[in-house]
């Protein structure tokens, strides 16, 4: 019976398996906070925030709306990305920047807006990013302003379509005279 033991102890430990290798699971993403900039006046800022603390379900996000000006140039970055569940708040940003060749902002502007987005930052492999972008308003309009932050680890090309969604969020959008 020891012998038996001592045979099966060692074929358990030559079964060993090999160490897996690190899941990239999306984030959990509670914050999303975006800063316009006016190319022709830096006074004038505009920062909003799309925060959904419960996360899926529960209770509704809380978004700012964004109030952009007619024919204007505004250089846009992603001020924040945070897991405010967590204490203290996890910087996904950080995460995002560090795996930006994984990671893609998407800027989509509802049918009709006057908001247009060129310019994005780029990863090690020259695709756009989305951490930083221009926006350019037509004229005075209202509309909405889909935000999604796609998680793209191998697949990433440079379209929406691969990967899965890590965050996604509406702003509403009022371009004024």
Same mark, same amino acid.
């Given at each position: ?6 045979i099966?102890?060692? &074929?358990?430990q030559?079964? =060993?398996k #090999?160490?897996l290798? #690190?899941?990239n699971d999306? $984030?959990?993403i509670?914050?999303l906070?975006? =800063?316009?900039?006016?190319?022709a006046?830096?006074?004038d800022? =505009?920062?909003? &925030?799309?925060?959904?603390?419960d996360g #899926?379900?529960g209770?509704?996000?809380? %978004?700012?709306?964004l109030?952009? =000006?007619? !024919? ?5 970055s992603?001020d924040a %990305? @945070?897991?405010? !569940?967590?204490?203290?708040?996890? #910087?996904?940003?950080? +995460?995002?920047l560090? $795996?930006n060749? +994984?990671h893609? @902002? ?9 908001l247009t ?5 780029k +990863?090690k492999?020259?695709l756009p990013?989305?951490?930083?972008a221009?926006? *350019? ?9 889909k935000?999604?932050l796609?998680h793209?680890?191998d697949?990433?090309n440079? *379209?929406?379509?691969p990967g899965? &969604?890590d965050v $996604? !969020? ?8």
């Amino acid at each position: 019976m020891i012998l038996a033991v001592a045979i099966g102890t060692l &074929t358990f430990q030559g079964c =060993k398996k #090999d160490k897996l290798p #690190d899941v990239n699971d999306n $984030e959990l993403i509670t914050t999303l906070r975006l =800063k316009f900039v006016n190319n022709a006046n830096a006074a004038d800022v =505009k920062l909003v &925030t799309w925060r959904d603390l419960d996360g #899926d379900g529960g209770a509704a996000p809380v %978004i700012d709306p964004l109030n952009l =000006k007619a !024919s204007a140039t505004y250089s846009v970055s992603v001020d924040a %990305i @945070l897991d405010e !569940s967590k204490t203290p708040a996890a #910087d996904i940003k950080a +995460d995002v920047l560090e $795996e930006n060749f +994984d990671h893609l @902002l998407v800027y989509a502007p509802s049918t009709g807006l006057n908001l247009t987005f060129s310019n994005f930052d780029k +990863d090690k492999n020259n695709l756009p990013v989305g951490l930083t972008a221009t926006g *350019t308003t037509g004229a005075a309009n209202t509309g909405t302003l889909k935000i999604t932050l796609r998680h793209q680890p191998d697949v990433k090309n440079g *379209t929406f379509a691969p990967g899965s &969604t890590d965050v $996604e !969020s509406i702003f509403p959008v009022t371009i004024a005279n």
